[in-house]
């Protein structure tokens, strides 16, 4: 099986910043995508940033500038430094992973997709 946990929400003054992390455990041999999804109450899940296993990056343009997405491939993990937030980027921020490549406990080789974290509140209020 393959997990996401994700870390580093909070509440935030506008202007501050937060770092979020997210770990995927298991035996996993390679993930594709990582990314950062929010929603915010009464709106759709949208996304955030994604980075592909190559590095190659995609923002919402509304967090272009401020916004830097990274990952650590030999640790699986994806991480999401958030600056000069603004109280419009209140939500529920939740990782992804797509394109896991991984050995279960039968040690048979498999593949998943769209795997998601349970999500990390991050609130920007004075």
């Known amino acids: 099986q393959v997990q996401l946990v994700e870390s580093g929400g909070g509440l935030v003054q506008p202007g501050g910043s937060l770092r979020l992390s997210c770990a995927a455990s298991?035996?996993?041999?390679?993930?594709?995508?990582m990314g950062w999804y929010r929603q915010a109450p009464g709106k759709q899940r949208e996304l955030v940033a994604a980075i592909t296993s190559s590095s190659v990056t995609n923002y919402q343009d509304s967090v272009k500038g401020r916004f830097t997405v990274s990952r650590d491939n030999a640790n699986h993990t994806v991480y999401l430094q958030m600056n000069s937030l603004k109280p419009e980027d209140t939500a529920v921020y939740y990782c992804?992973?797509?394109?896991?490549?991984?050995?279960?406990?039968?040690?048979?080789?498999?593949?998943?997709?769209?795997?998601w974290g349970q999500g990390t509140l991050v609130t920007v209020s004075s």
């Open positions: 298991g035996n996993i041999f390679s993930i594709y995508v």
């Open positions: 992804n992973a797509d394109g896991v490549n991984y050995s279960d406990y039968d040690g048979v080789s498999k593949r998943a997709l769209d795997v």
